[in-house]
């Protein structure tokens, strides 16, 4: 955990962004409440995130640098946060 990695948004819901992490085809979740730059909101006509003070976007198919939070082997899951320069 910690390791940093470039990845590909493939999904966006109110909830949060899906990144997958392209050459080791894993995919993992960033929760809203941890896209801590912003207050982030759902634009579920355009599929996207929109930071509410800096208008700053995350869309399908953005690439991005994350942070490996959390792996849960039993259920394997993977959680993401935002690399520190987004």
Same mark, same amino acid.
């Given at each position: +955990?910690?390791? +940093?990695?470039?990845?590909?948004?493939?999904?966006?819901? /109110? !909830?949060?962004?899906?990144? %997958?992490? &392209?050459?080791?085809?894993?995919?993992?979740?960033?929760?809203? %409440? *941890?896209? %801590?730059?912003?207050?982030?909101?759902?634009?579920?006509? &355009?599929? !996207? +995130?929109?930071?509410?003070?800096? *208008?700053?976007?995350? !869309?399908?198919?953005?690439?991005? #640098?994350? !942070?490996?939070? #959390?792996?849960? #082997?039993?259920? *394997?899951?993977?959680?993401?946060? +935002?690399? /520190? *320069?987004?």
């Amino acid at each position: +955990m910690g390791e +940093m990695f470039d990845g590909l948004i493939s999904g966006v819901t /109110a !909830r949060g962004i899906f990144v %997958e992490i &392209t050459p080791h085809l894993i995919e993992g979740f960033i929760a809203v %409440e *941890n896209l %801590e730059d912003d207050y982030y909101i759902f634009d579920e006509k &355009t599929y !996207r +995130m929109v930071g509410k003070e800096s *208008n700053r976007e995350y !869309r399908l198919g953005d690439e991005v #640098r994350i !942070r490996v939070a #959390r792996v849960d #082997r039993e259920t *394997n899951q993977v959680d993401f946060v +935002m690399a /520190a *320069n987004g």
